[in-house]
């Protein structure tokens, strides 16, 4: 679950678009988020003009996705 919601905030770019495509409160996707970067030490995503950028850390967990995937 915990990779879904990274790989919907990467793809849609928002919490918003996340939550829709998940099916989550927008909230929870935020929650959730927050508590993966902590568990992580990292910083997944930057806000950069209203949307949720991937940072480089992210990049490599997002390759790790497309892996398995």
Known sequence: DDLRIIAAIRD???YAGASARLRIDETTVGRRLARIERAL??????AADGLRKPTRQCDVVLAHIQAMA
Do not use: D, P
């Open 12 to 14: 849609e770019g928002t």
């Open 41 to 46: 030490g990292l910083r997944l995503f930057e």
